[in-house]
């Protein structure tokens, strides 16, 4: 198969690693890539979001399966034109990526459906969002309601905080046209995981789970970023109560979302929220997650390219995911300034000395070569090392340790991803 990746994060370059061991690729291209996916296969300089480039580029390439990886090509409706150009693509209609791109969608489906989630109200002007968040007290939960890049959610532990979100995105428009509308929600209380699977019109495979670190600094004190690590599988999320919450939270929205006449085709992400009631719905993604997936996919031993080849048919029968019974782990190294404005340029060094030890993996996401064919820091999440082990504590000290090999001044990261899965793990 000729296979045509879209993408340029960590995400991306742990599917390219996971699609170039596949014995069914005959060249993989990766449009736009970074470095590290440069590797792997040839990367294309066509912007994720550039939907008749990508197709254009497809075509010129004899490409027989379109990978999106991010959601920006599927809200812009990238599987609808590969459809229409005769290319089998693994992912959502444009229709069906609203799932993602907006949350008011979400939670007009979760209603529909019967699925478990917070109390919610949307707003279109900052004036009644203030009023509410003022009768109502906090905590609540301000989201964006279009994309993001991961900063669209603000979990407010105050009054004063939900104001502030509104007005950076509402009146301040810190977020563009994402924030120009919000959904503002209670605060539902647990430990949050993500939940993967594979889907096609009303029938959904498990992938598997993780637990995802959103805030910046350790103790998850600091602002929402797109993911500063992972652990997975989750403690205490096992495979039987994984495919309950799939009957709960998912077959559900797909049997809606087919009703609705727009099927759901590709990976859906829920993340859930595990309350002293039972598991709700924080948000459907309609992708692998970053950086879920990275610790994700280390710990694959089937083949994803065949996988995703059978989800683009609507073929799940046929699909063949199987896991290595070991725990995994992914630590971001972020540019100084993430989430606001990151510190860029800075050389990174002694990459292949961390990759060679025991069981580490480093994905690359913002990093670019400069003029000096130097690896350098190209944005805010920059780089995923992540490694495998027999337990959680093996996997952690050989991620952290790989880490601290790395020669980047300008790099930071939490020091405790994974540090409440091991205290629960003994």
């Keep these: 198969m000729r296979v045509l990746l879209i993408g340029s994060g960590g995400r991306e370059h742990a599917m390219a690693a996971a699609i170039a061991r596949s014995p069914l690729l005959d ?40 990978i999106p990886g991010p959601e920006a090509p599927l809200v812009a409706g990238i599987a609808d034109a590969c459809a229409k150009a005769g290319i089998p693509c693994a992912g959502p209609t444009q229709a ?35 009023d509410y968040v003022r009768r109502h007290g906090a905590p609540v939960v301000v989201k964006a309601d279009g994309l993001a890049a991961g900063k669209g959610v603000v979990v407010a532990q105050t009054v004063a905080e939900a104001e502030q979100a509104i007005t950076d995105m509402m009146t301040d428009g ?33 992938i598997g789970a993780a637990q995802d670190h959103k805030r ?32 709960l939270l998912v077959r559900p929205m797909l049997r809606e979302m087919a009703r609705r006449g727009t099927p759901f085709t590709g990976i859906i992400f829920a993340g859930l929220m595990l309350t002293a009631t039972g ?60 989430p606001g404005t990151p510190v860029t340029g800075g050389v990174i060094r002694d990459i292949a000395t961390a990759e060679a030890m025991p069981g580490v993996h480093v994905f690359q996401a ?28 093996q996997a952690h000290d050989r991620a952290y340790s790989a880490v601290r090999v790395i020669d980047w001044p300008d790099g930071i990261y939490r020091h405790d991803i994974g540090q409440r899965a091991l205290l629960a793990e003994g």
């Design 174 to 206: 810190t977020l563009g046209q994402a924030g120009h509308s919000v959904v503002i929600e209670d605060c539902l209380m647990g430990d949050e995981v993500s939940l993967f699977a594979f889907c096609a019109g009303e029938t959904a495979v498990l």
């Design 27 to 66: 060249a993989l291209f990766i449009a736009p890539g970074n470095p590290g996916t440069a590797v792997l296969g040839t990367n294309c300089a066509v912007r994720a979001d550039d939907v008749p480039g990508l197709i254009a580029l497809a075509r010129q390439e004899g490409i027989d399966l379109v």
């Design 366 to 393: 913002g990093t670019k070569r400069n003029a000096a064919d130097e690896l350098v820091a190209a944005g805010g999440r920059v780089l995923a090392v992540c490694a495998t082990g027999d337990t959680l504590r």
């Design 96 to 130: 069906a990526a609203a799932l993602e791109g907006s949350k008011t969608f979400t939670k007009e489906v979760c209603d529909a459906a019967g699925i478990p989630t917070a109390r919610w109200e949307r707003f279109d002007a900052a004036g009644p969002a203030l």
């Design 279 to 338: 598991p709700q719905l924080i948000e459907y993604n309609v992708r692998l997650g970053d950086p879920e997936a990275q610790a994700l996919l280390i710990r694959l031993e089937s083949d994803l390219l065949a996988a995703l080849a059978a989800v683009a048919k609507g073929q799940l029968d046929q699909t063949d995911i199987r896991f290595a019974n070991q725990s995994s782990i992914s630590v971001v190294m972020a540019a100084r300034g993430y």
């Design 216 to 247: 910046i600094g350790d103790g998850d004190t600091g602002p929402n970023t797109g993911g500063m690590g992972a652990v997975s599988p989750p403690t205490g999320f096992d495979r039987e109560q994984q495919e309950a919450a799939l009957d």
